[in-house]
């Protein structure tokens, strides 16, 4: 494996000195980029973009062509093991991400099979091997998953959901069943994420989009504990690099104590925690990876400059910080305001780490 | 002024003993009731519906009239006093409400009039004077506004916003000018609620939907300082009785402190935030309401009950909890399923008051 010529993010994700503080922004590859809509537009459609290795490398190093960001993230969905689990993931205008073939009774969800990454999810492991040799070391490749919370919740109420009403349901009524469905989809993040790994991701975040959405009693047991056991079951190490791994509850700023004890080596936080409070909670145990307001972006570049510098000042010196958006990048954005926080927190980070 | 029959709620907010523990719902008159839905197809639009003082008082008896409710709540919209600023608010099919006038500039900010209450708005008024009337002291019955930042965020950007883009940039770029307009409207909402308290409101409550979108930092002074103000010019006794004062937050659990030194009398809490831990945070300064997950309505009578007692032992012994839902009651919800709580609430209660 070629060595990497910028492993900033990997060595802040492990709380390692850097000169600069690392940046990238989720959904970084994505439709703010006119060469992404353009991608996305020959593909025909977003599953066929997410299932073509060669458009998915292609569209995951668009930003790199513009920015210099510091770290390359898979292009791909969320909702592909679902997919891969025979679900019919299909996108309807207007209405985000449905499934033809939600799962919600006992019997559908004891014969859920577990895909097998190197086979129903080859275009993703293929995707991720073509990506590294594009990338040949530049910066590192952030492999991911959806939590099995997140996941579910798309599975169960067969795409996006305001209130969660029938996974909730379930929760209430049948806990031990959608026990059942988190064991079986954690199984399956673990073997996706390892799969990820071995084929060339450098380090790996899970996303748990929905998890906020819970009681803090619920949150604990069925988001937390599935994630915490595939973090005990990933590899960590792989060509004698340490693979860190990153957790994100979006809107789980009052858990970071519990989400702490998971053992992953960063924890994401959006824009409601403050990182010095948050780094106060957390203390040496991991990295902090955040949390300027996606909605910044759409002011002007010199104010986006001062946002930077007050989520930076917030964090304060020394090495374990990520920068980040709290969230996705919205779609409106222009690409030079991106561009403008990417160079500002290598401008400004440079006293914090001196 | 008629003696209050039932006074439960108004001690629980002043943290004074109670047999059970005092229970209403947010949206209690709402869309899930086949009588409110009947009346407000009578009425022939939503806005007809809030300015007739008659039919207002109407749907807001309804639930009374079902259930052993502890409280009614005054029916109308969040954005009364924007429409009466004379921004124009409309309902559109599937995309909630609008402003047809939003406003975003110097000039238009400088020039947005404060209501009379007791003129733009004595629908308002006069409704709650109805609904007093028709009460007859059965129960309390709370009066309410939106939050300066919450009605501002639908003010700037014309109706419901997922990033609110245009008020974060001026958020960022022109942070004096949406003092400006944050001022404008704390003034308006502090002569509402007291008009609405000389009409009879026995407790008010600030409903702070989008305060939570914020950082920490600007939830303190674009949300927290605004409704602080408010808080301090209203009326807190009226013919002899303590008028308390209610702080609701969405997505606010983070800064319990901050909001308890407001000077409220309690603190609305969504379903994120231990009771327990709240407590605890919040010491004796404060009472607290909530926060069943709305979404536990979904489930079967048996299990909501099982989740209501959850909520009770999580805030334990002793006064100082008025029982809610986290959020708005769903308009999916069967009736007797709110029913099932609110019985539930009642029964499982005592022991905690003995």
Redesign the interface.
Known sequence: MTELKNDRLIRALLRQPVDVTPVWMMRQAGRYLPEYRATRKQAGSFMQLCTSPELACEVTLQPLARFPLDAAILFSDILTIPDAMGLGLYFSEGEGPRFKHPVRTEEQIATLGVPDPEQELRYVMDAVRLIRKELDGRVPLIGFSGSPWTLATYMVEGGSSK????I??ML??RPELLDQLLDTVADAVTLYLNAQIRAGAQTVMIFDTWG?A????D?CHFSLKPMERIINSLQREHEGQRIPVILFTK?G??WLEAMTDTGADALGLD????LS?ARRRVGDQVALQGNL????L???PA??R??VA?VLASFGAGSGHVFNLGHGI?P?IKPEHAGAMIEAVHELSRPYHA
Chains 1, 2 share one sequence.
């Open positions: 209130d969660f009403r029938t909730k349901a209430y009524e906020g819970l009681t803090p009693s949150y809107n700023g009052q824009w409601t925690t403050d409070d307001d996606p909605s910044v759409y002011a002007s104010h986006i001062e946002q007050k919205h409106g």
